[in-house]
T-cell receptor, first 115, second 113 residues
Framework: NAGVTQTPKFQVLKTGQSMTLQCAQDMNHNSMYWYRQDPGMGLRLIYYSASEGTTDKGEVPNGYNVSRLNKREFSLRLESAAPSQTSVYFC??????????????FGSGTRLTVV | AQSVTQLGSHVSVSEGALVLLRCNYSSSVPPYLFWYVQYPNQGLQLLLKYTTGATLVKGINGFEAEFKKSETSFHLTKPSAHMSDAAEYFCAVSLTGANNLFFGTGTRLTVIP
């Protein structure tokens, strides 16, 4: 089925460990996004990529890095995980930044716990 | 700057009753407005969106929303709640040329049999 695929679905890390969250879309969308979802805070943008080869910080970028590997793939890396990064992470894609009216397609999320 | 306020983090309705989820936005220019639904352990799905034109927007699953510029509101309604409507609902706003959607904090809808 067409859409946004995230891996892994669940992950437990120890404080200080690193990991990469993977995201791939098969809709030929130009723009991709990483959000985190925390109770009572809605979704907050971590990083986004308007097009292949570009990335920009969102609202809460500290402690994260991203890579737009190609048009399909956009990964999120935690270099040294902290308990404050315990969250549910969502990847999303859209046709183009300047056409945000199209809305986003979301992946099913990665539930990350840092102990 | 734009922002979204969802009034009521939890709403409970009886099966068959009217569903009303409130959303107010602040924006210096006319925004694009969205409602998303999130079922347990799933990602967000687009319910409906307002960009331009008709202010009453119909979405999936019998939901609709009306853009009221004078009230800066975009409330979500459904005439008759179904058990399958139980989920979390997010209102979001963006501007033409904006880099991302700004989400409200969500409203969890419970449907009582």
């Amino acid at each position: 089925n067409a859409g946004v695929t995230q891996t892994p679905k669940f992950q437990v890390l120890k404080t200080g460990q690193s990991m990469t969250l993977q995201c791939a879309q098969d809709m030929n969308h130009n723009s991709m996004y990483w959000y985190r979802q925390d109770p009572g805070m809605g979704l907050r943008l971590i990083y986004y990529s308007a097009s292949e080869g570009t990335t920009d910080k969102g609202e809460v970028p500290n402690g994260y890095n991203v890579s737009r590997l190609n048009k399909r793939e956009f990964s999120l890396r935690l270099e040294s995980a902290a308990p404050s990064q315990t969250s549910v992470y969502f990847c999303a894609s859209s046709e183009a930044v300047l056409r945000a009216n199209y809305g986003y397609t979301f992946g099913s999320g990665t539930r990350l716990t840092v102990v | 700057a734009q922002s979204v306020t969802q009034l009521g983090s939890h709403v409970s309705v009886s099966e068959g009753a009217l569903v009303l989820l409130r959303c107010n936005y602040s924006s210096s220019v006319p925004p694009y407005l969205f409602w998303y639904v999130q079922y347990p352990n799933q990602g967000l799905q687009l319910l409906l969106k307002y960009t331009t034109g008709a202010t009453l927007v119909k979405g999936i699953n019998g939901f609709e929303a009306e853009f009221k510029k004078s009230e800066t509101s975009f409330h979500l309604t459904k005439p008759s709640a179904h058990m399958s409507d139980a989920a979390e609902y997010f209102c979001a706003v963006s501007l033409t040329g904006a880099n991302n959607l700004f989400f409200g904090t969500g409203t969890r809808l419970t449907v009582i049999p």
